[in-house]
Structures are given as structure tokens and as C-alpha cells.
């Protein structure tokens, strides 16, 4: 029992901030608090955030020394999984016992437990100078999550028994800045299976699933949809890049019979550009007069996210997945990719040929093969080669397709849940649900006689989490683990139903007819 004596006195701290302020600097009191706020409603989080935001701790670390060990920790994410720590240690006399973590008690947990160590470099004493260092990343797995706390405490432990303390700078507590500082925890050259299988990984999927709570539908404007259902429903997913919709729903508008049997959903996956958004929608639904919806996310949640909200909007029976950055070439694409899907029950999905500005392939189907560490990565079918390449003008089943373009009933889109979310950013999310259809018993198929343009990943380019972290290597890491199995029983039966060779007849075959 406790028993506390309340007094009707003026108190001595008339705010949490101004007890913060004077007795926030011990560490074990302070590590206390921000759990027990991190716990609290109504704000707390935030309030914990911005007390140890408001006095940080100085952060602290060992000097690189040619003589004696030194070390910095300035990677300490508290995540509701576990702790992801990452720095760098310099050992020249053998005399650096560990490195450790130390929790609310002051108890040091070592971190060496589950680490993995990469060649690396640190700024030397005066900040124009570097040296070669071990870098190394850890995931600890908490019992009891720390709440939001900005700056864990480290030691770095010698084998004299002496430690020093390593305190890392405060770190980010918003998930997508999280996101972006485990992307750049070890280099791309050095992310391996090792790091990423009890490492990277539940951090990933730990920042990832908070994503997904926080990025919602946060507003929507209707331009001129009908009552009636449409047939078919276009989802557009857009990030930051805007430069390609005039001449998209232009190609769209000229078309007739997609101009009167399709609604376009725009889903803005960068909701600070909305004003601007709405604005050159608005004018170019003046101009085209084609039904559309715009669908706004609370946040960026990624590529999978924005396609699957803009995919719960769709009243089609068949949906398209379309990139911002694709592009008709000519009217009659979407009719040609939509009769054999309502025709042919056991086909699944459907994309079309893509080619480059220059009129060089892009996309011919998509099909599956290893690297050299054994990871299946996607490869699209005489990619670079000329769009009027003799092996590529014949529709035929294919591994997969590639998300730029891909034409499924919604029934099939609704039975598979869409696109899975845990990938990172974006990217394997298309080959991926291609899987789970063919999963289902559904064919894949590649039909040439529809033909866009396709200016690749235009959007991708503006985000820097993707663009400088390692997070191809882990979405392809991660479709690799889930579907090793599946894509091997699928290339040994694709390379073994002789298709190279019927391709070569299909050609032989077309210049006969066609003489």
C-alpha cells in the first residue's frame, strides 16, 4: 500500500516541464517517466517526445585513438519490439570487451548477442577527416518496450572491467524518419541475409506496422462520377510527381470506349501537394470531362498502401493498377487487355507491352531468376531491346507482370487482399500479388497488342529513404522468403514447358503469315 499526504500548500512544481527542468537529467528517473507517459493517453507520447526534445542529454561518446579503444553509438531506435542499435567501435589493442545496452535498473544487457559487424568509417576528432572502422548493428528484444525514449544509454565495456558511457544523440521518433534511419543502418554492399533475418528485419516490420495504423484515408472529392457502377475502375497512385497526368488522361480521353465505361481514382501518397493536386485536377476534368475520384492519405504510407485505399473506392468489375508515369500510346489498349480477362475464367491478371520514350522495350512480361547470394530478383522479358522485337509480339502466359500496368477483376484483387503492405516503400509488391493469384490457380498473361508508354520509376527517384538506403535488397530479401519455394516450382515448370523454343516457332510462324 501506498499512502501519499497531499498538500494544500502552493506546490514547489507547478508543471510537469518545470519538474522536468530541474530533475530530468538523472537517468534512471528520466527513462522512468517517458515509459510511464509513452503509456499514457491523451498525449503522452507527445509529451514525452517533447520533454526529452525540450533538455536532451549531451551526448557522449569514445574519441577514435590509434592506442585505445574507442567507440559511438548514434543509431538507437526503442521500438515496441525491441531496441535497433548501430554504430561503430575501433579496437587496436584487443582490450574492447562489448558494448552494452543499460535499461531503466541500470542493468547492461550486451548487445553482442544478436549483432552482425561490417567494414565502415567514422569522422575523426576534427570533422574533415575519417578512418576506418567496424561498424555494427543490434537488435535486442525487449521484455517491456521503453516507450518513446529518444536516447538510450550504452556503456562500452573493457576487459579491465572499466566501461565507459556512450549516450547517442536524440534520435527520431516519427516512424517514417525511423524507416529512413534503419534503410541506412549498413551499407547497400554489406546488406546480407545476416543482417537483415534477426536484425533489420523486426525493426522493419515493426515501423512498418505503425505506418500502417497512421496512413488513412484523410479526404476525398468526387469530379462528376455517375451512380451507376462502371465497368472498369483505373487506380493511380501519386507521389510528389505530377509532370505525366496531362498527358495520361489525355491518351485516356481520346479514347471512347474507356472515356465512357471507366472511373479514374487518384490516390495522393504526398498529401502536402494536395492543394496542388486538386488544382490540376480540377482544370483537366474541365477540360476532358472524365469521372474521377481523388483520394487523399492522412501520410506517405508507401505504394501498396495508396493502391489498396484507392482499390477499396473502385466500383468496377475490373480494376486497373496504373502508374502516374505510364502513358497510352494509342486508343483500344484497356478493351484489348479486358476481353480475354472477362472471357477466360482461369485467367487471373493481364498487363500489357510498355515501352520506353525511345520506343525500346520495357516490359514484356515479367519472370523471375537469382542473384548470386540466391536471391530471386524480377527481370522483365528484352527489356532494352527494340518494341517491335520479334520474340516479344506474342500474348502468352508469363511468371508475372509488372504493377505499371495490371488489369484484374476486383472479385480476384478482393480474394488475394490486394497488394501486401509490409514491403518497403515500393517495390516487389507487383510480383508479389502476382504470386498469390497464381497461388489461387490463376494464369498470369502478357498481351502485346496493348501498348504504353512507360517513363520508369519517375516517382520512386523523390524518395530518398529508397534512393539511398538498402531497401531493394530487403523487399527482394523479403519476397525471396516468402516465396522461395513458389517462384523455383515456378521458373523449373516455365523453362521446362519449352517456351523459348515456342516463341521462336510463334515468330517463325507470323512471318509466314505475314508473307
Known sequence: ????????????????????????????????????????????????????????????????SSMHPSAEVDLALSLSGGLLAGGWSHDPTATLAGIDYLNENGTAVPLDGNWYEFPAWARGTDDNTRADVTGFVAWLPLNEAPGALLQPRFQMRLASGVVKPLVPKPQPFEASAQRNRILRAVPPQHAVDLAFRTILAPALQDVEHRLGRTATVDYTKDYDLPQTAPLVSIVVPLYRVLDFLRFQL??????????????????????????????????????????????????????????????????????????????????????????????????????????FEDGSLQHAGLYFARDQRGIWLNHHFHKGMPGDYAPAQFSRSVPGITGACLVTRRETYERVDGYTEDYVIGDYEDSDLCLKIRRCGYDIVYEPSACLYHFERRSIRRSEDYMRGVASQYNSWLHTERWDDDIEALMAAYLGSGIQGLVRQEAGATARSAA
Request: with cysteine; charged share 20%; proline share 6%.
Open 1 to 64: 500500500m501506498a499512502v501519499r499526504e497531499l498538500s494544500s500548500g502552493k506546490p514547489h512544481y507547478t508543471s510537469l516541464q518545470a519538474w522536468w527542468a530541474e530533475r530530468g537529467g538523472a537517468p534512471e528517473l528520466r527513462e522512468f517517466v517517458v515509459r510511464w507517459l509513452s503509456t499514457t493517453p491523451e498525449g503522452g507520447h507527445s509529451a514525452a517526445v517533447d520533454l526529452q526534445l525540450r533538455t536532451p542529454l549531451p551526448a557522449r561518446r569514445v574519441d577514435r
Open 250 to 355: 489525355s491518351g485516356m480521353a481520346t479514347d471512347r470506349w474507356l472515356a465512357k465505361n471507366v472511373e479514374i481514382i487518384y490516390v495522393l501518397d504526398s498529401p502536402e501537394i494536395q492543394d496542388e493536386t486538386e488544382h490540376l485536377l480540377g482544370g483537366l476534368h474541365l477540360l476532358h470531362g472524365l469521372p474521377m475520384k481523388l483520394v487523399v492519405m492522412s501520410r506517405n504510407g508507401g505504394y501498396a498502401r495508396a493502391c489498396n485505399a484507392g482499390a477499396r473506392f473502385a466500383r468496377g468489375a475490373v480494376i486497373v493498377m496504373l502508374n502516374s508515369d505510364v502513358v497510352p500510346s494509342a486508343a483500344g489498349w484497356l478493351q484489348r487487355l479486358i476481353r480475354p480477362l472477362m472471357e477466360q475464367k482461369s485467367l487471373g491478371a493481364i498487363g500489357p507491352k510498355l515501352i
